[in-house]
């Protein structure tokens, strides 16, 4: 070390200068903590975090300072307990009560008549609409919901609820947390459901608000998108006579009883693509021949049409396929000099 140091003017740049930060928020920093979790669980899991971190600091203030090293055990453990949890749930609900009903917690604290205290509720108008709940404070510093259950053989928690804010951040949490339990039902559902704890001012508009902005929900209830129809074909618009152009179908089997024995016949519909009108053929089976058969007796009873139209099934493509192998196998010269004479083109 050299015997003398030289004295440092106060305008040197190696010294450095005292800088004061000013912190300013436009909400608390727990409310700016509560904002940042999505979901009721997790909220929960890390205020329990914070609150063993704060025991932990409280008992390192309480060693002696002449302590050289720390004892074993004053960090917080890796697994949290499920008390932890309730502790972390119970500080959460009060410290929304505080901040959201500080001026009905100061008048329910003192120490005044109840009459006096209804009339000073009653007469804030900000909370004429809790005023009605008759609120009122436990034991346990809970703000909760009166009313005239006393005696009624239910849970505690039933009969007086936890009060709750509306349009809070944690009241959101809680509504999408038991929307999600009892498996994402309407808003009746859950909000019955959650009055077996919870009170929610406007509960009902809360509910409805939350339940709206679930994805799950949004995709289960989306209106379904629908095939854009193709224009109707010429025959189904063309005014002509009755069973000109005809649409096929079968349906239904129907049970018919022969002796002993119980036989599947069918109905062999067959519609006219102008007017609706129907007619029905039954046929005993589902193969070529029955259809055949019944496209015999119906061009026999409404005449002949011009254009038939039907779906792929078998026994349908499997008739047109005979028919026109009969055709191809007609005397041809025989049926047009016939026609001739009947003066048909």
Known sequence: MPETLKEISEGDPEIKKEVQIHFSSAQPLLDSM????????????GVARLLQFIKSLQFRLRLPKDLTSLPDGWFPPKQLSVEDIKTAEIQL???????????IMAILKRETPVRQQKSELKCSEPFCSIYKLRPWLDQSGFLRVGGRLENAQIDYEAKHQTLLPYNHHVSCLIIMAHHELVGHFGTEYVLAGLRQKYWIVKGWAMVRKVIGRCLICRRYKVRRGQQLMADLPSDRLTPDLAFTHVGIDFFRPLYVKRGRNILKHYGCL????????????VTESLDTDSFINALRRFISRRG???????DNGTNLSAGVKEIRDAINTWNHQKIERYLQQKDIQ
Request: some cysteine; hydrophobic content about 30%; aromatic content about 16%.
């Open 93 to 103: 609900i009060k410290y929304v009560q505080r901040s959201s009903f500080p001026y």
């Open 270 to 281: 067959f519609t006219c693509l102008t007017m609706r009108a129907t007619h029905i053929e």
């Open 304 to 310: 002949c049409p011009r254009i038939i139209r039907s």
């Open 34 to 45: 509560i904002q940042r979790y999505s979901s009721w669980y997790k909220l929960k899991r």
